[in-house]
């Protein structure tokens, strides 16, 4: 399909209040993107309003560029619910047709689809369809036409080539051996694929989102928090300098003694000729009202023990110059967190300064990692082992943001020892996270011993590179993650699942739990697959802009790919009009680490 621009339209009471609310217009950028290569989504919210909701279809229609538009919500019965109303006066074709393939594909799912009222039509040279507004709907309605949505898009801009071209390739049966990625196995003994349909990224963060429960309540724990005492408590000289009353005017001073940080505030009589020399931080006497910084001043005289006794104040002294008056950090009472900010560093700094010894609780997290194969880094290397790595480096990357490793432990491939050791762990921990056992191997056991537990598996194949056969499960605010054994795919379903779900847990904003994105531009060509890819690149900055460099071989056991991994670029997957991520181009990159430019130009 060549470049267009579609547009993501969500309807929404809740999500125009509360943008985060929105699920579905995420999920179904993502699978334009994942599907479409070289492709632009514009997203925007509008509540249930009809006026509304038309004015923003009419600026969209009028860009000649976007050439799809998918609404999400308001298509149901509810008295609020007008999308199908407001997009119908403006279309100037329907399309009856499409909509109904929609509803009956939709109805194979659930019988609540009859009681959706979207319609789809063409306005201008713009393809408009309503979708409903739940997640699991956009996504089945996406899937039922995304086939469809290239040449229908040919037909409205009269591309007579391209139309032909899709004949042809219906005709000649093109599409012989593709594999749709949410193909999924029977279950019979012949059958070789995964009984799990393959999710897209966002899909699966969206179900991980809405199933991990929050160990530690941040917003009411720290937003509530008062504090107990004024910041400073005295007022606080901001200077080193001398302090003084700023009715005495400049000229020379007896400097009467010297006040250091710590001590006790000076209540004797002070005259305006008079000051004293005084520390950054200290307070200053009871009747002094200023600082006068020691740049600004001469010394004139010591006394017999080399102590100041006479200085010059060059400057005319103002009341309150260089004084941090009672409170004026933080005041009785003040909240103590403007903000929600779950930064250790940030939360542990503003407790220590009002003396609350509050520990925040974090969930508590177990790395397990599977293979009959595996040795410990400290043992002797026997034929037919390999030093196991993915403990450490699991472990390592716990610590690294932040958090703690209860237990680590190595289980071989037997179906009673994982369970056991599972059943164990989960008595002490809230996560597991288990590197291998989770693809189609003979000896991959841990999906079929979690089913044996009764936990819930929500997804045990993922559309990406690497990191394909990535698992999440849950029983009863325990969770579970089978991240592949390859290090590499371990290292980026890491990043991608298992630490935004640990962050949510421990009260993270779901919006903060995920990596920062930048956009980088590539240094070098690279191969697209089949699946969309995280490639391990490092970062250079040359002129204020940032460039990717993909770091060599890109095979998912080879470890050395992390080395100077500044980011993963989130690359498209490949198809049959783009078989290349060019240099020069630009593509979102996933922050692997703080200090992420590896060099300056």
Known sequence: MESITFGVLTISDTCWQEPAKDTSGPILRQLITETFANTQVIGNIVPDEKDLIQQELRKWIDREELRVILTTGGTGFAPRDVTPEATRQLLEKECPQLSMYITLESIKQTQYAALSRGICGIAGNTLILNLPGSEKAVKEC??????????????????????????????????????????????????????FPMLAVQEVLSIIFNTVQKTANLDKILLEMSAPVNIPPFRASIKDGYAMKSTGFSGSKRVLGCIAAGDSPNTLPLAEDECYKINTGAPLPLEADCVVQV?????????????????????????????????????????????????PVVVKSLLASVGNRLVLSKPKVAIVSTGSELCSPRDQLTPGKIFDSNTTMLTELLVYFGFNCMHTCVLSDSFEKTKESLLELFGVVDFVICSGGVSMGDKDFVKSVLEDLQFTIHCGRVNIKPGKPMTFASRNNKYFFGLPGNPVSAFVTFHLFALPAIRFAAGWDRCKCSLSVVNVKLLNDFSLDSRPEFVRASVISKSGELYASVNGNQISSRLQSIVGADVLINLPARTSDRPLAKAGEIFPASVLRLDFISKYE
């Open 295 to 343: 740049e600004d001043t001469k010394l004139l005289q010591l006394d017999k023990n080399g102590q100041e006794s006479l200085v010059d104040i060059m400057v005319e002294p103002q009341a309150g110059l260089d004084v941090r008056p009672v409170g004026y950090d933080l005041s009785t009472n003040d909240r103590i967190f403007p903000a929600l900010d779950p930064s």
């Open 142 to 195: 996406f899937q039922t036409i995304r086939e469809l949505l290239p040449h229908a898009v040919h037909l409205i801009g009269d591309d007579v080539s391209l139309v032909r071209k899709t004949h042809a390739e219906f005709q000649g049966s093109a599409q012989k051996g593709h594999i749709c990625p949410h193909k999924t196995g029977t279950g019979t003994y012949s059958d070789r694929n995964s009984p």
